[in-house]
Each structure stands twice: as structure tokens, then as C-alpha cells.
């Protein structure tokens, strides 16, 4: 009985490698590697950390969900594709309202929240930038209120919305303010 287990287990082995060898040659992905593309100015090419269970590989339309993780480092990533060095993402925890930073000349705060970012997010970030007499820009899933967008308008802080496409990020401004920054650069 032993030896007829492990052979049942052998064959599910090798049947189960074999089932993902197809979907990966038909493009359903499962896990860290992905079809790459050509990098543009606004795409963000960050690996999303999979959720999906090895039976979900047999449904294929199921998408994997990015973290917040995984927005921070689609955040940092885009300051890497403008030419800047140095970039740190806060560890898991509490970050002191900050996510991703380059020493000495930015902080930024990523929120990967379902409602839009208010006001009092921004103004928290500005007081930091200010202490450490950097700019600060924000990144949002999914968007700003009015009241918010205006406030940074008054302090020019760069606003960019980070939206998942399935098998990347897109990063776009906001505002003229992240128009402005992006177009420089580091």
C-alpha cells in the first residue's frame, strides 16, 4: 500500500507540473515570472506578489491582487525609471507617514486605500518634507478629493495616481506639480 501512495503521489506530481508548464505557455502566470514589456516613461514593471492558490491556476480569470507593498515598490521603481539613486521603502510597520525616500532630497507616501486621500494625509507628509527641508510627493490607488487636490496645489506638491493594469503599474500626475516633476526628473 505504501509503495502504491507514493506512486499516486508521483504521478499527481508530474501531472500537476505538466498542467503548469501549459498555462504558463499559454500566459496564465502563477507567481514571479511574468511576459516583459517595453519600458515607457510612465510604466512601472513591479512583480505583484501572487495571492492566488495553485487551483486558481485552473481558472483563468482570475487576477492576482497587488498589496500596498506592492504599490510602495511600483512607487519606488518610478523614481528609479527618473533617474533617481538611493531610494528606500519603509520596512512592514509603522513608517512615521512616510514609504519611500531618497536621503536628503524627498519623502513620499503611498496609499494603496480603497476611498480617495483627503486632505489630512498630505498635510502630515508636507510637515515631514518641511522639517527635512525636502519635497515631498504622494501616490494614491485610488485618487484625491477636491479639497485635497487644491491644498497641494497650494503647497505644489506633486500628486500621481498608481493604478495595477493587470501585469504592471501605471503611474500618472495628478497635478501640474507632479506634470512638472516628472518632466524633470532627477
Known amino acids: 500500500m505504501f509503495k502504491h501512495q507514493q506512486s499516486l503521489l508521483g504521478t499527481a506530481k508530474k501531472a500537476y507540473e505538466a498542467t503548469g508548464i501549459i498555462l504558463d505557455g499559454l500566459g ?12 515607457e516613461a510612465r510604466l512601472v514593471d513591479v ?7 495553485w487551483w486558481d491556476r485552473f481558472w483563468p480569470f482570475g487576477e492576482d491582487d497587488p498589496t500596498w507593498r506592492d504599490y510602495e515598490e511600483a512607487a519606488a521603481k518610478f523614481l528609479v525609471q527618473l533617474g533617481y539613486s538611493g531610494i ?18 524627498l519623502v513620499g507616501q503611498v496609499k494603496a486605500q ?12 508636507h510637515g515631514i518634507a518641511c522639517k527635512e527641508n525636502v ?20 503647497v505644489e506638491m506633486p500628486l500621481f495616481n498608481v493604478s495595477y493594469r493587470g501585469d504592471h503599474f501605471e503611474v500618472e500626475p495628478v497635478n501640474r506639480s507632479a506634470k512638472q516633476f516628472g518632466a524633470v526628473g532627477a
Open 88 to 105: 528606500r521603502a519603509a520596512a512592514p510597520g509603522a513608517d512615521g507617514g512616510v514609504d519611500v525616500w531618497v536621503t536628503g532630497t
Open 28 to 39: 496564465n502566470f502563477c507567481g514571479g515570472e511574468r511576459s516583459r514589456r517595453k519600458r
Open 135 to 154: 519635497q515631498g510627493l504622494f501616490f494614491s490607488k485610488s485618487g484625491y478629493s477636491k479639497p485635497a487636490i487644491q491644498w497641494a496645489n497650494s
Open 47 to 53: 512583480p505583484v506578489a501572487s495571492k492566488r492558490r
Open 114 to 125: 480603497q476611498t480617495k486621500v483627503g486632505s489630512p494625509p498630505l498635510q502630515q507628509l
